[in-house]
């Protein structure tokens, strides 16, 4: 129905800066809700940042994000409605980042109902 498509992983030099996309496609109506999480070899999966409708429609509405407290001021996440596709710039990046970042994305389907899903995850190394 939903698939869920992340890229933009590479290999980065401390200090340096990526963007990761998640693409959406498939049987969509709207995406409400998006999400950045990563996972680091030996960690528990975090929440890197996130962005969701106030309203539950889509999101060119009013939106509202949120951060882990590790990427404030270097990461920022954004929308674009129109391609169903969530983006997180990554900037100042640290050794620490170094993760497979995934996104997790709710979405109303065109029969109405909701739809809750991940995508397979690209990786960011970043070396010194």
């Known amino acids: 129905q939903v698939q869920l498509v992340e890229s933009g992983g590479a290999l980065v030099h401390a200090g340096g800066s990526l963007r990761l996309s998640c693409a959406a496609s498939?049987?969509?109506?709207?995406?409400?809700?998006m999400g950045w999480y990563r996972q680091a070899p030996g960690k528990q999966r975090e929440l890197v940042a996130a962005i969701r409708s106030d309203s539950i429609t889509d999101l060119a509405s009013e939106t509202r994000t949120n951060y882990a407290d590790s990427v404030k001021g270097r990461f920022t996440i954004s929308a674009d409605n129109a391609k169903n596709t969530v983006y997180l710039q990554m900037n100042n990046l640290k050794l620490e980042d170094a993760a497979e970042y995934s996104c997790?994305?709710?979405?109303?389907?065109?029969?109405?109902?909701?739809?809750?899903?991940w995508g397979q995850g690209t990786q960011v190394t970043v070396f010194s």
């Open positions: 997790d994305a709710e979405v109303w389907l065109l029969d109405g109902s909701s739809w809750y899903g």
């Open positions: 498939g049987s969509i109506s709207s995406v409400y809700a």
